[in-house]
Structure formats: structure tokens, C-alpha cells
């Protein structure tokens, strides 16, 4: 047998509020998010704001808990954003900002959840 922790990689975020809301939520969900090609990390800290208030703005009707974002320590040009819902299944159904993403972040959350529902333990 391997060591347990052979293939575990451990990052460090640093939240600009308290992310335990998300992070005991039943399901939590992270997206990493860095510059494109000429785009500032500043840009990026602007949309995961806007993320996070978005989903918390609307969280009592579509389920999101609570959510936080930060900068990773391992990787200065990333900006992790945790976001803590009722169950992946809400998820799934929530109300995503409008604009050109909008029809790729359901197709990805749907891919998600289906992945999820098979394997539980890959919601948390």
C-alpha cells in the first residue's frame, strides 16, 4: 500500500471574510479563477467579488449558504472562490449571473452534479 497522502497537494487561501459558511455548507463548491493573457489579477479579485455577491445576493431563493474568495498562497496568480450550498442538486439549478457565461456555467454545473451524485463524497 501507497502512502495516503502520496497524491494529496495541500493550498493555502487566504479569505477576505470568514469562509466557514461555505466550507461546512452539505455541498461546497470551488472555482479557481486566473488573468487571461493581458488581463490583471485585480480584473480577476473583481469578478470572484462578483461572484460571491451575486450567489450570496440570491442565496435564500436558490440555496447558497455563504461564500468567501482569497488568494492562494502556492499560486499568486489564482483567486479561489468557495461557495456553500443546501445540496448539489440546488446547485445545479441556481441562478447564474447573466452574460456570455452564463450558458457554459450551467453546462459545467451540470456535469458537476451528475459527477457528484455518483460519488457523494465529491461535494464536500
Same mark, same amino acid.
Given at each position: 500500500?501507497? +502512502?495516503?497522502?502520496?497524491?494529496?497537494? !495541500?493550498?493555502?487561501?487566504?479569505? $477576505?471574510?470568514?469562509? !466557514? +459558511?461555505?466550507?461546512?455548507?452539505? @455541498?461546497?463548491?470551488?472555482?479557481?479563477?486566473?488573468?487571461? @493573457?493581458?488581463? +490583471?489579477?485585480? @480584473?480577476? /479579485?473583481? /469578478? %470572484? $467579488?462578483?461572484?460571491?455577491?451575486?450567489?450570496? %445576493?440570491?442565496?435564500?431563493?436558490?440555496?447558497?449558504?455563504?461564500? %468567501?474568495?482569497?488568494?492562494? =498562497?502556492?499560486? /499568486? =496568480?489564482?483567486?479561489?472562490?468557495? *461557495?456553500?450550498? $443546501?445540496?448539489?442538486?440546488?446547485?445545479?439549478?441556481?441562478?447564474?449571473? $447573466?452574460?456570455?457565461?452564463? @450558458?457554459?456555467?450551467?453546462?459545467? !454545473?451540470?456535469? *458537476?452534479?451528475?459527477?457528484?451524485?455518483?460519488?457523494? +463524497?465529491?461535494?464536500?
Amino acid at each position: 500500500f501507497g +502512502s495516503p497522502t502520496k497524491d494529496v497537494t !495541500m493550498y493555502h487561501v487566504h479569505f $477576505t471574510v470568514d469562509p !466557514m +459558511s461555505a466550507l461546512t455548507a452539505p @455541498a461546497t463548491e470551488f472555482a479557481w479563477l486566473t488573468p487571461k @493573457a493581458g488581463a +490583471s489579477l485585480d @480584473a480577476v /479579485v473583481g /469578478v %470572484a $467579488t462578483r461572484i460571491v455577491e451575486h450567489f450570496v %445576493a440570491v442565496g435564500k431563493e436558490d440555496g447558497c449558504i455563504g461564500g %468567501a474568495f482569497g488568494r492562494l =498562497d502556492e499560486k /499568486v =496568480d489564482t483567486v479561489v472562490v468557495a *461557495l456553500g450550498w $443546501t445540496s448539489v442538486e440546488v446547485r445545479i439549478h441556481a441562478r447564474v449571473p $447573466t452574460g456570455h457565461a452564463n @450558458a457554459a456555467s450551467r453546462r459545467t !454545473m451540470h456535469l *458537476l452534479g451528475r459527477e457528484a451524485r455518483g460519488r457523494p +463524497s465529491s461535494t464536500n
